[in-house]
């Protein structure tokens, strides 16, 4: 089976016979794809006249570790919607499993859909469809020179984040930004006493939040002049990015883990004006328009 201009594809894009792999497809015109981003990066500052609508994400990730168990993790996100004409999509034959890949104006994507199986698999590509997220930037932009706008799907318009998401967007952007936590790190060293919040759930006596005392780092390693017989040589320093702080509270001394921290409430508590909770988000939804916010 060779590729195929989705718009060509009719209702049934067939991968593979014999094994009954197929990919259904909803009838129109156009695709309306969700491109995402890390919060922060420059992929979701990008503002471009062919975006439909910008909005706020938090991205749930699944992952499965050796032992076949698997765990979340969650990150914030910006992610922009992008009207792609179906002359504009090539659908690539590869057996995805809920995934089907595609190319767009030279860029490999995967579009994340619904699938099944029953006699054989079918894949079900929508009109309304995302591409796995933290494209390059440059991938971006060519994604968006092929976009149209004024269709009959737009206007573009996200659901809200749900009650209690905005706080946890603000928390894991601040938490993934290392500007804050070297921050609070250069306090501590000047001995500023700087203040660390922990999240829900973490306290220690009743108390969720105390003053730096000492940071700990993780391991670095450094490269030396190797030995004579070797190619290379490292030494480790603990010279790393932040891995715990150890906070007074009270007359005990606790280690509070990076993870463990409200890095949000964290940096309002020690007057940090960079980076503000959707600096970064926000900048790019005023640009396109005030777009509503929406949820993973």
Same mark, same amino acid.
């Given at each position: 089976?060779?590729?195929?201009?989705?718009?060509?594809?009719?209702?049934?894009?067939?991968?593979?016979?014999?094994?009954?792999?197929?990919?259904?497809?909803?009838?129109?015109?156009?695709?309306?794809?969700?491109? =995402?981003?890390?919060?922060?990066?420059?992929?979701?500052?990008?503002?471009?006249?062919?975006?439909?609508?910008?909005?706020?994400?938090?991205?749930?990730?699944?992952?499965?570790?050796?032992? +076949?168990?698997?765990?979340?993790?969650?990150?914030?996100?910006? *992610?922009?919607?992008?009207? @792609?004409?179906?002359?504009? $999509?090539?659908?690539?034959?590869?057996?995805?499993?809920?995934?089907?890949?595609?190319? @767009?104006?030279?860029?490999?994507?995967?579009?994340?859909? *619904?699938?099944?199986?029953?006699?054989?698999?079918?894949?079900?590509?929508?009109?309304?469809?995302?591409?796995?997220?933290?494209?390059?930037?440059?991938?971006?932009?060519?994604?968006?020179?092929?976009?149209?706008?004024?269709?009959?799907?737009?206007?573009?318009?996200?659901?809200?984040?749900?009650?209690?998401?905005?706080?946890?967007?603000?928390?894991?952007?601040?938490?993934?930004?290392?500007?804050?936590?070297?921050?609070?790190?250069?306090?501590?060293?000047?001995?500023?006493?700087?203040? $660390?919040?922990?999240?829900?759930?973490? *306290?220690?006596? =009743?108390?969720?939040?105390?003053?730096?005392?000492?940071?700990?780092?993780?391991?670095?390693?450094?490269?030396?002049?190797?030995?004579? +017989?070797?190619?290379?040589?490292?030494?480790?320093?603990?010279?790393?990015?932040?891995?715990?702080?150890?906070?007074?509270?009270?007359?005990?001394?606790?280690?509070?883990?990076?993870?463990?921290?409200?890095?949000?409430?964290?940096?309002?508590?020690?007057?940090?004006?960079?980076?503000?909770?959707?600096?970064?988000?926000?900048?790019?939804?005023?640009?396109?328009?005030?777009?509503?916010?929406?949820?993973?």
């Amino acid at each position: 089976m060779e590729s195929k201009c989705l718009s060509e594809c009719g209702k049934v894009f067939v991968i593979d016979s014999e094994d009954k792999y197929q990919v259904e497809i909803e009838p129109g015109e156009y695709l309306l794809v969700e491109v =995402g981003s890390m919060a922060g990066t420059a992929a979701a500052k990008l503002t471009h006249p062919n975006i439909a609508t910008t909005a706020k994400r938090v991205y749930e990730f699944k992952w499965y570790r050796s032992n +076949g168990s698997k765990h979340w993790t969650a990150r914030a996100g910006v *992610s922009h919607w992008l009207v @792609i004409p179906r002359t504009a $999509v090539t659908l690539i034959p590869e057996k995805g499993y809920s995934y089907v890949k595609a190319e @767009i104006n030279g860029v490999k994507v995967s579009f994340n859909v *619904s699938g099944g199986g029953g006699e054989g698999w079918t894949d079900y590509l929508g009109t309304r469809t995302q591409i796995s997220v933290n494209h390059k930037l440059a991938d971006i932009r060519k994604l968006c020179e092929v976009a149209v706008r004024g269709t009959p799907l737009e206007p573009v318009t996200p659901e809200p984040l749900e009650p209690g998401q905005e706080d946890r967007w603000n928390q894991l952007f601040a938490g993934a930004t290392p500007d804050v936590k070297e921050a609070i790190a250069a306090l501590a060293g000047e001995a500023k006493n700087p203040v $660390v919040k922990m999240l829900p759930g973490y *306290s220690h006596m =009743g108390h969720d939040q105390g003053v730096v005392v000492s940071v700990h780092r993780r391991m670095k390693k450094i490269p030396v002049p190797p030995a004579p +017989g070797y190619s290379a040589a490292w030494k480790c320093e603990y010279t790393g990015a932040p891995k715990d702080f150890v906070l007074k509270i009270g007359v005990y001394h606790v280690r509070v883990k990076v993870g463990q921290v409200d890095w949000h409430a964290t940096a309002q508590l020690n007057g940090l004006a960079a980076p503000t909770p959707a600096q970064v988000a926000d900048a790019a939804i005023n640009e396109m328009g005030g777009a509503t916010e929406e949820t993973a």
